[in-house]
Every structure is written in structure tokens, then in C-alpha cells.
């Protein structure tokens, strides 16, 4: 084993080190930077996910954070909550409140334009708000067991106003975002990959 090798060993264990201590801790989200140039964004909001104010204001400062970090390449978004990616909006806080629809929207347009690479391993329920947030990123990978997508807003009479309904069409056309946002029909991964909503579709966790 060379010196030089050692050395550029021991400052990439120091460089992450550093690249880690950017980052606090956040309600609801839990980062793990152990591979180099990827970060890990877990949702970790249990019992089922929801989109509360922990989580905008924990992604917001990320997106923040990510705008000035040249060492991270690539984010990955997981969870840690069985049967649930992102789930919809806190119905604690009122859907109808502007500050959060607007706040979520900025967020979410913020997050489509990181230099990072921003992907999605899916395994469970990203409805509403959650869904949102997913069709913002630049790549989606779901497993078929549990996984479900939609935007159910239509049944509280509202539209996905935080992007939903600028970033669905993009991936799966004006026509099949429209009939999935003005119906609230769910889709699984199967056809959500077969239509483009996702990248691919895995039968299990070790394959995706």
C-alpha cells in the first residue's frame, strides 16, 4: 500500500467528514453520506409519511445547502416507513392555507433544477403532496409490492397546486395527466412505468 494511496484515502474520509457536518439533523428526515458523492435523503415521518412542515422546511434548507456543494453528485430519496414513500398533505394543516401550497411549490421547482442528479427508490404510497415532490425529481424507481402514486386533491375539490400539474405531463402527456388528476385514480408501478410516470418497475427490493 503506497503512501500517496493512504493519503488520498484518509482525506476522502476527512472530506466526507466535512461535506456530512453541512448538514444537521432534520425532523423527519434522516441523511446518510457514507458513499462518496451521493447523498441519502430518507423520509422517516412515521406512521405513514405525511408532507408537514418538518419536511418542507427540511428539504428547503437541503435544496439550499445543495446549491453551494460541488462535492455531492447525486441525491437519493428513500424511506424509512414500511408501505409509504411521501405521503399527502398534513390535513393538520389546512390545504387551503396559501404559505404552504406556495412554499411546497417553490420547493418543488427549486428541486428540479439542482446541478445534482435527483432520483427516487420507491417502495410504498406518494400521494398528493408526495407525488408531487416525486415527478419533480429527475428519475423514478419504484418495486411493484405496495407502491401506489396518485393526486387524490380532486376529492377535496382543489388541483396538485404545488406542481403537480406542471410536472405529470411532462412525464406522461397532457391527456394522461388530465385524466388521472380530474378522476384521483391511483396508479401502481407496473403501468405508472409502462406510461413513463416512472423509469422502471422492479418485483422486488434487492433487484431496484
Do not use: C
Not at 409519511?49 to 453528485?73: C, E, S
Not at 446541478?115 to 419504484?142: C, H, P, W, Y
Not at 388530465?178 to 401502481?188: P, R, V
Amino acid at each position: 500500500m503506497s503512501p500517496s494511496w493512504m493519503l488520498g484515502s484518509v482525506f476522502s474520509m476527512l472530506l466526507s467528514t466535512i461535506v456530512a457536518l453541512d448538514f444537521p439533523a432534520y425532523p423527519g428526515l434522516r441523511l446518510n453520506q457514507s458513499r462518496a458523492s451521493v447523498l441519502e435523503v430518507a423520509f422517516n415521518n412515521p406512521p405513514v409519511n405525511f408532507w408537514g412542515l418538518d419536511t418542507i422546511n427540511g428539504l428547503t434548507d437541503i435544496v439550499q445547502r445543495l446549491r453551494n456543494d460541488t462535492a455531492t453528485k447525486v441525491v437519493l430519496f428513500t424511506s424509512d416507513v414500511a408501505g409509504f414513500f411521501v405521503n399527502h398533505l398534513d390535513l393538520l394543516i389546512t390545504p387551503f392555507d396559501p404559505t404552504v401550497g406556495h412554499r411546497t411549490a417553490q420547493l418543488l421547482f427549486d428541486m428540479s433544477t439542482l446541478n445534482q442528479i435527483t432520483i427516487a427508490a420507491v417502495e410504498g404510497k406518494s400521494r398528493g403532496a408526495g407525488n408531487e415532490f416525486l415527478t419533480s425529481l429527475d428519475m423514478r424507481f419504484a418495486t411493484t409490492t405496495h407502491t401506489l402514486m396518485g393526486q387524490p386533491e380532486i376529492g377535496l375539490g382543489i388541483i396538485p397546486g404545488a406542481g403537480g400539474s406542471n410536472f405529470l405531463p411532462r412525464l406522461i402527456g397532457r391527456g394522461r395527466a388530465m385524466e388521472y388528476i380530474l378522476s384521483g385514480n391511483d396508479i401502481g408501478a407496473v403501468e405508472a412505468a409502462a406510461i413513463g410516470w416512472i423509469n422502471k418497475a422492479f418485483e422486488s427490493t434487492p433487484e431496484m
